[in-house]
DNA sequence: AGATAATCCGTGAGCGCTCACGGCTCACGG
DNA sequence: CCGTGAGCCGTGAGCGCTCACGGATTATCT
């Protein structure tokens, strides 16, 4: 069953070569006439020969391989991010390991050791859950890392750790804001599991666009919630409920907004006409339901993209000649933040 | 920057011992004192080693590193289908490489090359675009191979590839059954793209449906349409407008109904009283537009997690010993076929 | 013409591990 | 007393490739 494959030696020897010629002719680097290079190809592919990527990455202390960690491929959230971290690591000629943690942090943590012991170039990696101890480590042992929604600091640019954030707090505030703008002057927000660091951050912009239109912001207006739409189902319905002078909700994201829906539905309460809805994140469902939801559009798959690109940076810089503009073109280890976007919707026009 | 890893070399000369002794601490393969174990296990810690899988795979001819081959990831059926055949990829001890071929041919041969060179122990390919001739050539070429929706003849047992399909005959049987016992006699069907295999086959369990309860079937209520939103609204709305005689609509996927939700809003008509819509897949999308969809459900993650199940029986019995019962309990180039699941909604009751 | 440089190719060594050996020590029995 | 075997450990070779050399051949210049 384990039929010998064939090696480089194999083909040099068919060729009446030296493996070093051979080697010369697959990766194309000069010191070879075109014509013993064609030849030696041609050999190559007629024996099926394919380089091993492992003896090469013995070799060569590379191995053109990325990771990337991501807490699950099934949420659409980051299956966008995956994606896009998957073309451009594709585009750049390496190919990414896809790891799954499940949001658990021990899970994580046994990830990001496999990806050691494969050596990988790289990592980009996803909403870690981990403590700051816990990543400094993770980013000294990795030869590169850029995070994604995550910020570790001192981020100081040399300590070789990239970064791509999403401006959540603009993205809060924007999303109130328009409430405020179209009148409204009680605006409840479903804030969205306690221990997320996005939603303090939205819960940020939420409560500086009320102070900004000098709202009668109220404490008892925010109530956290799970994050899917069981959970802004409960929680809209509980909110709504106690708090009549609410007209307005923000949600964390687009599933509790749906939930809120549906908590609407149960109490009689027209969308937008009784109560306007807001989401977040632009999730396909956001503009399938009825009535489509008003949210903010966060650029998952640009997420994704970015982080990828400014890990091969990362990567290019150390091993191949430092780049033409030396720093001010572009910072390998510098913090990027991408700002969500709002899309008027039904639920809110 | 590239600071030298520690090795097996360095453990051993710290530890003074050699280096087999290392590795038999490490990987736990008898022939040494639990004491002198412990030792090397703590130095090796202390000095924070990291085996090198790329060594080891050289070494050893195995990378227990394995393949997943899917259209798009961002495409929530592929994903569940991936999260399922990771989880189980993991629990097996294996990481799993996942690649998209963007549903491109030449893009999922470069992905199979790349994996072959790689070397990894074994590969799953979903939905595969290639044509039998290519797909022999790679099943030849990787050392284990599972394919997903996706059949494979000859599929003799002896050649070593697994098969994990769904059964889309009884799925579109089943939906348009359940139409006809609700009393609907003239049953349209948006048959999703020419290409899909899947929609054939659905196709052909909507007409036996048909036959079986002696409906006035007729090829003008079955319409090709892009597999979307946008296709479905389309393609419903000008079957329904041209064909005023069906009741009900039997839909490609959940995203096709939703599209034709749509062009019964379009068109005034309501859904179910005036036109009954079943879908397929049953993403999470479908129980959360108005109507909620009755659909057929497919075990998506179980699909993923079956089909890498039986790549690692492949892969196990190769290398270790034969198993307990040899091949009356599992033989793992089997073909296993799921079966999907009505689920009944509002859009269809 | 000889010297110099370019072009092309081959030769060891080594990347970090495992595998198949073989050697050593210690206990036990005859 | 030595032989035997179990338990523990070390030694070379090799996995398939690349890297840094160095040699051979041909083109170019003074």
């Known amino acids: 069953m384990d039929r010998k494959r064939t090696?480089?030696?194999?083909?040099?020897?068919?060729?009446?070569?030296?493996?070093?010629?051979?080697?010369?002719?697959i990766n194309d680097l000069g010191e070879i006439s075109p014509r013993t290079r064609a030849r030696v190809l041609r050999i190559a592919e007629e024996m099926g020969y394919r380089p091993s990527s492992i003896a090469r990455g013995l070799a060569t202390r590379?191995?053109?391989?990325?990771g990337l960690v991501i807490p699950d491929v099934a949420n659409p959230f980051f299956s966008d991010?995956?994606?896009?971290?998957?073309?451009?690591?594709?585009?750049?000629?390496?190919?990414?390991?896809?790891c799954n943690t499940d949001e658990d942090p021990e899970r994580e943590l046994a990830v990001l050791r496999s990806l050691e012991e494969k050596r990988v170039d790289g990592v980009v990696l996803c909403s870690s859950r981990l403590d700051d101890d816990e990543l400094r480590q993770v980013v000294a042992?990795?030869?590169?890392v850029v995070l994604v929604n995550r910020r570790l600091e001192p981020a100081r640019a040399e300590n070789g750790v990239g970064t791509v954030m999403l401006d959540d707090v603009a993205g809060g505030r924007m999303a109130t804001q328009h409430l405020v703008d179209s009148g409204h002057r009680a605006v409840g927000f479903l804030a969205g599991p306690l221990a997320s660091r996005s939603g303090r951050s939205r819960a940020g912009g939420y409560r500086a666009a009320c102070a900004a239109a000098d709202l009668p912001y109220s404490p008892a207006w925010t109530i956290p919630c799970p994050a899917g739409v069981d959970g802004g189902h409960q929680a809209a319905r509980d909110l709504l409920t106690a708090r009549l002078e609410l007209t307005a909700l923000f949600c964390y994201n687009d599933l509790v907004a749906v939930g809120a829906l549906r908590a609407c539905a149960d109490l009689g309460r027209q969308v937008p006409d009784d109560l306007a809805l807001v989401g977040f994140d632009d999730i396909m469902l956001a503009a399938l339901v009825t009535p489509p939801l008003t949210t903010c559009h966060v650029p998952r798959y640009e997420l994704g993209a970015?982080?990828?690109?400014?890990?091969?940076?990362?990567?290019?810089?150390?091993s191949k000649e430092a780049n033409q503009n030396s720093e001010a073109e572009q910072n390998p280890c510098a913090e990027i933040v991408l700002r969500p976007e709002l899309v008027v919707r039904a639920s809110a026009p």
Do not use: K, P, W
């Open 306 to 318: 970015q982080a990828m690109r400014l890990l091969l940076n990362q990567i290019g810089d150390c």
């Open 7 to 25: 090696t480089i030696e194999d083909v040099a020897r068919a060729a009446g070569v030296s493996r070093q010629t051979v080697s010369r002719a």
């Open 81 to 98: 991010v995956a994606r896009g971290a998957e073309h451009e690591g594709y585009a750049g000629g390496y190919n990414v390991f896809l």
């Open 62 to 66: 590379r191995t053109r391989t990325l």
């Open 141 to 144: 042992r990795q030869s590169a």
